[in-house]
């Protein structure tokens, strides 16, 4: 069985029902947690694709210069040997942010943080894209972020946006996308990510009425995103034919 090698940065954001998905459309899941002790490989040689979680670091370095986590140079090396060697790459929130700054792109504090249920609005590239194509013109989408990605790295294809978030989903090359927005949830780890949480205070969000409304948002994503997750499984096995080169910007080779 193909093997996807799964990053969890967080113990709060493990692989949850992006994980059940991705095991509904034939992958294995290699799940590496390098907060707990798990050394990140060298290389990706083995691996049919690469997935990256999110977490509460920053993807850019702290005041003092040092990294937002200590593996996070070693990470940033394994995304951009992903996008060179063409291995199916899924990087999402905090992912997307390490994805985008491995090969340039900037992210700092967001000027609108964003959490709770939300849409995101496809662009046109979307169209032409083997993942993005089936996605709902306006999905639902789970936004729990205090960083965004300010710009995206030299010739990525913006995927979707929102009027708080310029840069929702995008895709580098043809086979490495970045989300914004989280789609593994279920209703337990929204509840554990608002007990106490700084940035529902900061919003001004009452935490219970935050965890109700993504509760009944859970369908609804999961009717957007499920299939998004098993063409995405389908793309690793080689049984999904690849994106739409563009012919205006050359991809990156790092």
């Known amino acids: 069985m193909a093997t996807a090698l799964v990053i969890e940065n967080d113990p709060s954001d493990g692989p949850g029902r992006l994980g059940d998905w991705l095991t509904e459309g034939g992958l294995e899941l290699a799940v590496l947690r390098p907060y707990a002790g798990d050394s990140l490989p060298d290389d990706l040689a083995g691996y049919a694709a690469l997935v990256v979680l999110g977490g509460e670091q920053q993807a850019y370095p702290r005041a003092d210069g040092s990294p937002g986590a200590p ?3 070693a990470l940033e090396g394994l995304l951009r040997k992903a996008v060179r060697h063409r291995l199916p790459t899924l990087a999402v929130c905090l992912g997307a942010q390490l994805l985008a700054t491995a090969h340039a792109g900037q992210v700092e504090r967001a000027a609108e943080p964003e959490a709770g249920p939300g849409i995101v609005g496809k ?28 710009e995206l790295p030299h010739g990525a294809t913006l995927l979707a946006a929102s009027t708080r978030c310029a840069h929702q989903a995008f895709r580098l090359g043809d086979r490495a996308w970045g989300l914004q927005f989280h789609l593994e949830c279920d209703a337990e780890t929204v509840r ?3 007990t106490g949480s700084e940035l529902l205070a900061e919003l001004g969000f009452e935490p219970d009425l935050v965890v109700a409304a993504a509760t009944r948002l859970l369908p ?3 009717e957007a995103w499920q299939p998004f997750a098993i063409r995405f499984a389908a793309l690793a096995r080689g049984e999904l034919a690849e ?5 205006d910007l050359p991809l990156l080779g790092h």
């Open 123 to 150: 662009r046109d590239a979307a169209d032409r894209d083997p993942l993005f194509r089936w996605v709902p013109l306006m999905p639902d989408v789970l936004h729990w972020h205090v960083d965004e990605i300010t």
């Open 192 to 194: 554990d990510w608002a």
């Open 71 to 73: 593996w996070f140079p």
């Open 243 to 247: 994106a739409e080169p563009r012919r």
């Open 220 to 222: 609804d994503v999961e």
